[in-house]
């Protein structure tokens, strides 16, 4: 289960830096207020650029503790109503990920493609303000696991995020924490 997992989260690292940690808590992810737009398909820019990623992992049932420290560069552009990101980590390309929004829904559906040919998933990101949650599910055996990674980002070069999971969608076990400086374009 873990393998799996680390391969989700490989799919997201350059997006949401989910690098992976403990302690339950009663808290739901950082919040703005609703009525903030959410900038439609070209919110998505904001994470062009090359990070700093530096995070803590900790040991849970679905992670192992550690440090990270990786370098990603989003390599973004728009055509029409998509944005596309070449993702690298380190300076090795990762994952093509492409986003869509839904002005009915206002959620934006990400579409990361590997490099090695297998399908491409779909994933979900909700931006309300300056908070980008990208929530996903995993079912095993009838048992329902839910993950989130939240960015905030705390201005224009900036991000904290957090990687959790929950039983019930509600309390939440922290799995990794971090920070990303913009280093450059």
């Known amino acids: 289960m873990r393998q799996f997992v680390s391969i989700v989260v490989a799919a997201w690292i350059a997006l949401c830096c ?9 808290r739901k992810p950082p919040t703005v207020a609703v009525d903030q737009p959410t900038g439609g398909i070209d919110a998505v820019m904001a994470y062009a650029g090359t990070w700093k990623v530096n995070g803590e992992r900790f040991a849970t049932a679905h992670s192992d ?89 705390k201005d224009h070069d900036h991000i904290e995020y957090v990687q959790e999971f929950s039983p019930d969608n509600v309390h939440w076990t922290k799995m990794a924490k971090g920070t990303e400086a913009r280093i450059g374009n």
């Not at 989910?18 to 009663?26: R, T």
């Not at 560069?73 to 869509?100: H, I, M, P």
């Open 18 to 26: 989910a690098c992976v940690g403990a302690a339950q808590n009663d």
């Open 65 to 153: 503790a550690g440090k990270e420290e990786n370098t990603l560069r989003n390599d973004c552009w728009k055509s029409g109503g998509y944005v596309a990101c070449n993702q690298y980590v380190n300076g090795e390309s990762k994952a093509l990920l492409v986003f869509t929004y839904s002005d009915l829904t206002k959620m934006y559906t990400s579409y990361p493609i590997p490099q090695n040919g297998e399908a491409a998933g779909a994933g979900r990101l909700q931006i309300i303000g300056n908070v980008w949650t990208f929530p996903w599910e995993l079912s095993q055996g009838g048992v329902t696991t839910y993950f989130h990674v939240v960015n905030v980002f």
